[in-house]
Nanobody
Framework: QVQLVESGGGLVQAGGSLRLACAASGTIFSISTMGWYRQAPGKQRELVAAITSGGSTNYADSVKGRFTISRDNAKNTVYLQMNSLKPEDTAVYYC??????????????WGQGTQVTVSS
């Protein structure tokens, strides 16, 4: 069984910072891409940032220059450093990992979500 456990959400004032972490555990052979998505009330889930096992990153235009994604491959953990937070960043943030267990195929896994609320 594979689990993705997120931590680090909370309430912060506009302009503040938060750091999210997501640790993958269980029977894991390898993880290719890890990422963060978010979903605000009444909106669709959207990609925030993603990072490959080699360190290549991809960001949504709305967070470029403010958020930084990183990962520790040895710990199967991905981080999201969020600076200069805005009220529009308020959402539930979900961790995602595209990983391979014991077989030849990769599967998509999601965390349970962590709430980030930015007050104005």
């Amino acid at each position: 069984q594979v689990q993705l456990v997120e931590s680090g959400g909370g309430l912060v004032q506009a302009g503040g910072s938060l750091r999210l972490a997501c640790a993958a555990s269980g029977t894991i052979f390898s993880i290719s891409t890890m990422g963060w998505y978010r979903q605000a009330p009444g909106k669709q889930r959207e990609l925030v940032a993603a990072i490959t096992s080699g360190g290549s990153t991809n960001y949504a235009d709305s967070v470029k220059g403010r958020f930084t994604i990183s990962r520790d491959n040895a710990k199967n953990t991905v981080y999201l450093q969020m600076n200069s937070l805005k009220p529009e960043d308020t959402a539930v943030y979900y961790c995602n990992a595209f990983l391979r267990k014991l077989g030849p195929f990769e599967y998509d896994y999601w965390g349970q979500g962590t709430q980030v609320t930015v007050s104005s």
